[in-house]
């Protein structure tokens, strides 16, 4: 059983996949088959030009109106000459609600190192969206037993700058790079020793943090291994990519998280 005040909680990311069609099928499926979200707490990461679409149809439907949303990407300032860049605080005037930061794939494909995840990681507090911070090693690094020491530094820039107030609400996102759409998790008793280690790194912040701060694992859950992590003490849920295209999986993996975590 989860202490209470780690809310469970579920993270779709669509990446640069879909259409407006598709979302809309999504969300209709969604309202009709909508989970306890007082046992658990859904947020949608749709590509970011559908957001204000897809927050007018939360908004037309009751039943969706838990949903939250978050954006995939923003960027370290809130204004400016960033040309393609997305303001934190503008998706935070558009509906969003939390963030995703330091994404492997932004990390690998777009370069951001640790100290622009970090600048990032601020400027969304400062628009008060919630950072969903993801942090994860390679192969190699986990090959060459670097893990703990690639998710300490990946932590560390961020946490050194971030007040205790902000720290209790960030979201992070144990993601090992090579298990991230290749269809291949890492074993859910290993996620859980990274998880108990994630943990114990927030304790040296603040005791508090340990028992506040949920942790959720990414990387090829699907509707039929969601359960193995769930099951786990310290994961506090999944973000989602490939498998939350798919409605009635992602349903699936929303249901088990209500299911397990809420035992
Ligand atoms: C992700 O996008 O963060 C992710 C975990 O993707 P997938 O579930 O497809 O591995």
Known sequence: ???????????????????FEKIETFLKQLAHNMVDVNQLEIIFCPPSVYIDSVKKLILKNKALHPLKLGIQNTYCEQTGAFTGEISPLMAKEIGCDYGLVGHSERRTLFHEDDTLVARKVLAAYHANLVPILCVGETAKERDEGKTFEVLSRQLEVVFQQLSFEWLQTIIIAYEPVWAIGTGVPLASESVEAVNVYLRDYLARYDEKLKHLVRILYGGSVKGDNAKSFFAMGNVDGALVGNASLQVETFLTICRDAVSIMNQ
């Not at 209470?4 to 990446?15: E, F, G, M, Q, S």
Request: net charge positive.
């Open 1 to 19: 059983m989860k202490p209470l005040i780690r809310k469970p909680c579920v993270v779709a990311n669509w990446k640069m996949q879909g259409s």
